[in-house]
């Protein structure tokens, strides 16, 4: 069993950053491609970003490529993304999750956090 829970959101400015902390715990970490998904309200949930636990590849949804950055660090058991140039488009609830396979793709998550409120005020 995996265990993720989501940090930093919040409320900022159109034009601001935020960086978001998923922690994990009770699995080997580094054994897992971690994905973020986020989910507007009114609107279906959908892969923002991931990072394979292979080599450290990553993959975006086009909406956030050159704002966004997705990165871990194994010896914490935490993934990170870095958003920058927030945009008021980007506010919802965002969602860590993990899975085995080494696709940085948005199918296939085994173990989902709780969530964490992403609000970007225009």
């Known amino acids: 069993q995996v265990q993720l829970v989501e940090s930093g959101g919040g409320l900022v400015q159109a034009g601001g950053s935020l960086r978001l902390s998923c922690a994990a715990s009770?699995?080997?970490?580094?054994?897992?491609?971690m994905g973020w998904f986020r989910q507007a309200p009114g609107k279906e949930r959908e892969f923002v970003a991931a990072?394979?636990?292979?080599?450290?590849?990553?993959d975006y949804i086009d909406s956030v490529k050159g704002r966004f950055t997705v990165s871990r660090d194994n010896a914490k058991n935490t993934v990170y993304l870095q958003m920058n140039t927030l945009k008021p488009e980007d506010t919802a609830v965002y969602y860590c999750?993990?899975?085995?396979?080494?696709?940085?793709?948005?199918?296939?998550?085994?173990?989902w956090g709780q969530g964490t409120q992403v609000t970007v005020s225009s």
């Open positions: 999750a993990a899975k085995w396979s080494p696709a940085v793709t948005s199918a296939g998550y085994a173990y």
């Open positions: 009770g699995r080997t970490f580094s054994s897992f491609t």
């Open positions: 990072i394979s636990w292979i080599d450290d590849t990553s």
